[in-house]
């Protein structure tokens, strides 16, 4: 019996981090089908993150009747800064960046998030990082580089600009990350994630209120549309079930589960906005996932 439990458990978190996954993913089509309508990158994160805020609050105040120590001034403190790090500032660089790339290229440097957080361990803390972990940062990024050579030569953008917005968005999500371990042990994942997505949803509708024209508001039905669906689509509910399936299965698990991601988004990229897929995108992205793999592996080891 307790075998078949385990193995239903395992189950459920498998679908829900492939689930939140594709959700995840599925932001990046969102927002370049939005641009269509000639909405900027500012406004657009506004209008998302208003119609996630009233779902962040309603989860946020249930999650602080529910706990029985009220947060001191440092986790408060910690909590600020962390939400205006990982979601703010990332989500900020992620919309600017996707006026200059594909919805695929911009999944594939996102997801390479895992390697920069063992960077970042090392320089932040002094983590060492597993045997392997040099193999798999080369993978990764020997993967967005084709990534980027194949854009650079099906685009007349601005391809590096993107892609540097883009890579810095997952450096602002790898601290984030790297910072919210000991702050989700004190507060736990939803009172924490909730506080979090609450500050940077203030902090992206008061940069509008001090950098756009109020009326930049009105937009076209679809644009209204388009940020309802990523406000709940691809935000409220991955955010939640990526936290409940990583509590049934594991970080490490989560993360190779979660590699549908990318693979989901040049899918759906190619069917609702036309881009192309070749051959050394898909080699690309066959580096990157082989890189977070190694990666996740020996996480999933070490615990």
């Given amino acids: 019996m307790m075998t078949s439990i385990r193995f239903r458990d395992t189950?459920?978190?498998?679908?829900?981090?492939?689930?939140?996954?594709?959700?995840?993913?599925?932001?990046?089509?969102?927002?370049?089908l939005a641009y269509r309508?000639?909405?900027?990158?500012?406004?657009?994160?506004?209008?998302?993150?208003?119609?996630?805020?009233?779902?962040?609050?309603?989860?946020?105040?249930?999650e602080e009747r529910r706990a029985s120590v009220r947060p001191a001034g440092r986790q408060i403190a910690a909590v600020i800064g962390l939400g205006l790090v990982g979601y703010y500032l990332a989500s900020l660089l992620d919309f600017l960046g996707l006026q200059h790339i594909s919805a695929g290229l911009e999944r594939m440097i996102?997801?390479?998030?895992?390697?920069?957080?063992?960077?970042?361990?090392?320089?932040?803390?002094?983590?060492?990082?597993?045997r392997l972990a040099p193999l798999a940062l080369m993978l990764s990024y020997a993967g967005?580089?084709?990534?980027?050579?194949?854009?650079?030569?099906?685009?007349?953008?601005?391809?590096?600009?993107?892609?540097?917005?883009?890579?810095?968005?997952?450096?602002?999500?790898?601290?984030?990350?790297?910072?919210?371990?000991?702050?989700?042990?004190?507060?736990?994942?939803?009172?924490?994630?909730?506080?979090?997505?609450?500050?940077?949803?203030l902090a992206v509708i008061v940069q509008f209120l001090l950098t756009r024209d109020v009326g930049l508001a009105v937009q076209p039905a679809p644009v209204y549309a388009l940020a309802m669906a990523m406000a709940v689509v691809s935000t409220v509910l991955p955010a939640f079930m990526m936290s409940a399936g990583i509590r049934r299965i594991g970080a490490g698990p989560a993360a190779m589960a979660a590699s549908i991601g990318p693979v989901s988004t040049i899918v759906l990229a190619a069917m609702f906005l036309g881009e192309p897929v070749t051959v050394l995108?898909?080699?690309?992205?066959?580096?990157?996932?082989?890189?977070?793999?190694?990666?996740?592996?020996?996480?999933?080891?070490s615990r």
Avoid: N, W
């Avoid at 679908?15 to 594709?22: K, P, S």
């Avoid at 506004?46 to 779902?55: E, N």
């Fill in 11 to 32: 189950g459920t978190g498998l679908l829900l981090v492939m689930i939140a996954a594709v959700a995840f993913s599925a932001k990046a089509v969102f927002v370049k």
């Fill in 144 to 201: 967005i580089a084709l990534a980027v050579a194949h854009e650079v030569r099906l685009s007349e953008g601005h391809v590096v600009l993107g892609t540097v917005l883009v890579f810095a968005s997952a450096v602002a999500y790898a601290l984030y990350l790297v910072g919210s371990g000991h702050m989700i042990g004190q507060l736990g994942t939803a009172r924490f994630t909730a506080h979090a997505m609450v500050v940077s949803s």
């Fill in 37 to 62: 309508y000639g909405v900027d990158a500012v406004t657009l994160l506004m209008l998302r993150m208003a119609f996630a805020l009233p779902f962040f609050v309603l989860i946020a105040l249930r």
């Fill in 281 to 301: 995108q898909l080699a690309g992205l066959v580096l990157v996932l082989a890189g977070v793999g190694l990666i996740s592996i020996r996480r999933s080891a």
């Fill in 110 to 130: 996102l997801f390479a998030y895992p390697t920069l957080t063992v960077l970042l361990a090392l320089l932040l803390f002094g983590q060492r990082p597993a």
